[in-house]
């Protein structure tokens, strides 16, 4: 069964700094693309990273390019989102989503989230 | 980037009933829509892919159509467990979703 756990969701204050992780079970972790996902206060979803699954290409919007950086440990089957110059709006449930499908991916798996609140 | 516009946000059904959701993209996008499943306190879960692609273990009763710009999701026969947010993906151009729809039974 596929697992995908994140953790590390904290009450940041602006400008600040946190890093998530996800631990992922039931899969052969090194051979799939994997993501991570955000749901406002408001409910909407927003694509926030991608990374291939050597680790040697990653993606992001550009909401977040430049202060958000994707990572994982192959060798550990975990995921991280170290993300820096946190703003009020970066707010979310953080989840990571495993990349299914071919040349298109969407996600096929999905963890349980883990939340961030940026706020002084 | 590539805009999806989903409607309705809320819709109401009888159990047994049928709704019907739709995504309009900003652009072609070639089929590549996906259809989620969202209830609180757990992570999306994935219903369909390619525009009409059913996930193993997704009942029938949860269909998909499509193609250019406009894409429509449907679920038939209600039940009780469909109460849920539904979400579009558009995975031709990076990522988009639509914003939703909360669909309530009456």
């Known amino acids: 069964e596929v697992q995908l756990v994140e953790s590390g969701g904290d009450l940041v204050k602006p400008g600040g700094s946190l890093k998530l992780s996800c631990a992922a079970s039931?899969?052969?972790?090194?051979?799939?693309?994997m993501s991570w996902v955000r749901q406002t206060p408001d409910k909407r979803l927003e694509w926030v990273a991608t990374?291939?699954?050597?680790?040697?290409?990653?993606y992001y919007p550009d909401s977040v390019k430049g202060r958000f950086t994707i990572s994982r440990d192959n060798a550990k089957n975990t995921l991280y989102l170290q993300m820096s110059s946190l703003k009020s709006e970066d707010t979310a449930m953080y989840y990571c989503?495993?990349?299914?499908?071919?040349?298109?991916?969407?996600?096929?798996?999905w963890g349980q989230g883990t939340t961030l609140t940026v706020s002084s | 980037d590539i805009q999806m516009t989903q409607s309705p946000s809320s819709l109401s059904a009888s159990l047994g009933g049928k709704v019907t959701i739709t995504c309009k993209a900003s652009?072609?996008?070639?089929?590549?829509i996906a259809w989620y499943q969202h209830k609180p306190g757990k992570g999306p879960r994935l219903l369909i892919h390619?525009?009409?692609t059913l996930q193993p273990g997704i009942p029938s009763r949860f269909s998909g159509s499509g193609s250019g710009r406009d894409y429509s999701f449907s679920i038939s026969n209600l039940e009780p467990e469909d109460i849920a947010t539904y979400y579009c993906?558009?995975?031709?151009?990076?990522?988009?979703f639509g914003g939703g729809t909360k669909l309530e039974i009456k």
């Open positions: 989503a495993r990349r299914g499908g071919n040349s298109r991916g969407y996600f096929d798996y």
């Open positions: 039931g899969f052969t972790f090194s051979s799939y693309g």
């Open positions: 990374i291939s699954s050597g680790g040697s290409y990653t």
């Open positions: 652009q072609d996008i070639n089929k590549y």
């Open positions: 390619y525009t009409s």
């Open positions: 993906l558009q995975y031709d151009n990076l990522y988009t």
